[in-house]
């Protein structure tokens, strides 16, 4: 190969780059030429390299409509209200212009918060993250998780670090409250995710309280599938002329366009009946479930698990711990076949990929709610179904829909692929004490749930066949809805009540209205007039007895119960009125409060003398008067004068019953010694007299001892003297002495009566005349 074959290789030249200030000052100068028409792709906005790089790689090249109209009016610096469909892309809507803004901006790390993301639950906050950590993953910018549930000193010591925090309401104002390193000074962007619902009653306090710590100078966006209007609302944000985008707002459906919506009217009873056997025959496709409450989810997806319908069952719910929503949530995005029971957590925002049913079990708390719920299927440009369950009471919430453009058609109930699995429920519920009671919780979750919605038209608590519906479920018993019985006694209590009220409480939703309104009417003449504690009132639902007879031409009243309340019997007030024609059990609770109010003491004895007079155990109450009047005072803390006062009192009462003991105890000493000599003497007596005077056994008496002496005589009063002696000495005196001081005497008169008893001796008779003429001399000598 010769020199000149061989081609001349030059050296690399390093392109010089553009400064990244003058990228941004291109970028800015495009966004006011930026034609909503045309562009119809990502690239043709006015887009950061690492935007575009990061929408490129997740697959995201063509905009929305929403993306389309909302992205440049962001970019251009406006405020915006964005109402579009459910699955129509708006969360990209909103990240993108967060990104761009602070890559325009050059933030860093340094600068701190630079915008702020609420949204009304922690698994929509998730996942806006995973969507904004995939598309900005080649900026320099951090971002940060705030949501209840997870470590919150870990999150302390990292929040000045973030510069994007997507959060919900109460845990960031945890740490706007607790955190001295939280400071947003310095935040350029507020966005809300379904504004209506962090705006709504149930956030309003929250969000005040954040929206006084925002700075005024700020970008504002807002984002739902149903957005609010109101100024009160608008008003509280501080915006600046905001640009309402509603991009499917003149369209022929407030819903989907691939969406097929449907509703069903079906009895309280077999709602269980007919999800089983829908589950059982959509076993390869993916369902989700919504009902009001925990509970209801909680028992469902227990009892569903235990009877096995052949496909993978999933719940969410808010009681269950952040970590444990999180894996089942990404665990349904995963399966292709499953059944997720969900409460309405999970109706707004989250996107589960191919979803082919939403079931909405419970009626839905209004049109918007109805929406949210919904959209979980037919997101995007696919495809989905919606079933809505009601009851016949629950029908006028179809008129709503319709006058929100919702298109939705009623089907019915095939009756011969019902599946009633209440012989299943009522076998697992008699073995498994832990499920009946998560039933029976549920039951009343239930009812609570549809007793507190507002809207009273659709939503009667008083038309719900409660005793079919706990056996549905599975419980033998219904069990007690006590929230109810405590606001009918407080509606009861009150003097005076409105229509409206006796109207909820009095009248039964069933049928014969006009006969109804009649003994309503009655019952609040009496109610409105009476203003004692006594009236005379027969109701319906309490008795159920009373109705005219139209057999006869006369109205006549018949008793149909013989437990009736008559009129002659004034009921006060304070008595507890009867909900049903069944008698009230008695609980252990309420007999506990019916001993509380008596102030009866348990496990109290009390003993009765002979005269019926009770007997006072001084060991265990106080016997001085003074210290009975001081147990009674009210006043709290100690008296100690008081208390040295009657220690002292009691302490004599001590004193008494001290030497009462000690008496009894000589006196037992003296029985035994007493029956022990009486022993010897018999025995003595049976060897020594013979049948001069036989055994006590065979005569049953002892022997006869009138002949003997009078020891008074012979010694005098000394006995009674001693016995005094030793009765005052005896608190003072040790117990030894005592003892022989009482022992010594009896011991000489025992010597003397064996003496006699033995042989009637006349050594020991002259023995005692000589000690008797002793004692006589002795006292002569005294005397003179």
Known sequence: MTMANKKKVKAYVKKKRTPESKIIEGLRSKYNTIDVTKATKFNDLPLSRPTLKGLAENDYVEMTDIQ??????????????????????????????????????????????????????????????????KVGHYHDISAGLIIGGK????????????????????????????????????????????????????????????????????????????????????????????????????????????????????????????????????????????????????????????????????????????????????????????????????????????????????CPEDVNAYIHRAGRTARFKSGGESLLVLLPSEEAIIE??????????????????????????????????????TAQRAFVSYVKSVFLMKDKEIFNVHALNTDAYAKSLGLAIPPRIRFLQRMQKK??????????????????????????????????NEILDNKNNERRIVKKENTAALQFDDSDDEDILTIKRKNIDIDDIPVTENEDKKTSTKKKSVTKVALAKKILKKKIIPNKKIIFDDEGQELVDPTKTKMSELARQYENEVDSGINIEMAKQILREEDQYDKQRFREKIKERHREEKRKLKVA?????????????????????????????????????????????????????????????????????PSKRKLITQEEYKGKKKQKVSYVDDLQADEELALQLIQS
Request: aromatic share 6%.
């Open 491 to 524: 509606m009861s209590n009150n003097n005076v009540k409105t229509e409206k009220e006796i109207d909820q409480i009095s009248t039964d939703s069933a049928d014969n209205s006009e006969q109804e309104d009649s003994e309503d009417n009655s019952d609040k």
């Open 68 to 133: 389309r109209q909302s992205i440049g009016l962001a970019l251009q610096g406006n405020d915006i209200l964005g109402a579009a469909k459910t699955g129509s892309g708006k969360t990209l809507a909103f990240l993108i212009p967060v990104l761009e803004i602070l890559y325009c901006k050059q933030w860093t790390r340094l600068d701190g918060l630079g915008a702020l993301i609420i949204t009304p639950t922690r698994e929509l906050a998730y996942q806006i993250y995973e969507t904004l950590r």
């Open 677 to 745: 000599q009486k022993g010897e003497t018999n025995d003595k007596g049976d060897e020594d007299a013979g049948d001069d005077y036989g055994s006590e056994s065979e005569a049953g008496e002892g022997p006869d001892i009138s002949w003997l002496p009078d020891p008074d005589k012979i010694y005098g009063k000394q006995q009674d003297q001693d016995e005094e002696i030793s009765t005052a000495n005896e608190s003072e005196e040790d117990e030894e002495s005592e003892e022989e001081s009482i022992v010594h005497r």
């Open 151 to 362: 470590d919150l000193k870990f999150e302390k010591k990292r929040m000045d670090q973030c510069n994007v925090v997507i959060c919900t309401p109460g845990r960031l104002l945890q740490h706007m409250d607790e955190n001295p390193l939280f400071n947003c000074v310095n935040m350029q962007i507020l966005v809300l995710d379904e504004a209506d619902r962090c705006l709504d009653m149930g956030f309003e306090k929250t969000m005040n309280s954040i929206i006084e710590n925002l700075p005024l100078e700020r970008k504002t966006l807002l984002f739902s599938a149903t957005q609010t209007k109101s100024v009160k609302d608008l008003a509280r944000l501080s915006l600046k002329d905001p640009l309402y985008v509603s991009v499917h707002e003149h369209s022929a459906h407030s819903t989907p366009e691939n969406l097929q919506q449907s509703y069903v009217v079906c009895s309280l009873e077999d709602k269980l009946a007919m999800l089983w056997s829908f589950i059982r025959n959509h076993t390869k496709q993916k369902i989700i479930v919504f009902f009001s409450s925990c509970k209801q989810v909680k028992y469902v997806y227990e009892a569903f698990c235990r009877l096995r319908p052949g496909v993978s069952l999933l719940a969410l719910y808010g009681t269950l711990h952040q970590l444990r929503r999180i894996s089942i949530y990404e665990s349904f995005c995963k399966k292709q076949h499953a059944v997720l029971f969900a409460t309405d957590i999970a109706a707004r925002g989250l996107d589960f990929p191919a979803v082919n049913w939403v079931i909405q079990m419970d």
């Open 400 to 437: 709503r829909l319709q006058q929100r453009k919702i298109p939705i058609n009623m089907i019915k109930i095939n009756p011969n692929k019902l599946q009633s699995p209440h012989r299943k429920l009522e076998a697992l519920l008699a073995r498994d004490v832990a499920l009946k009671e």
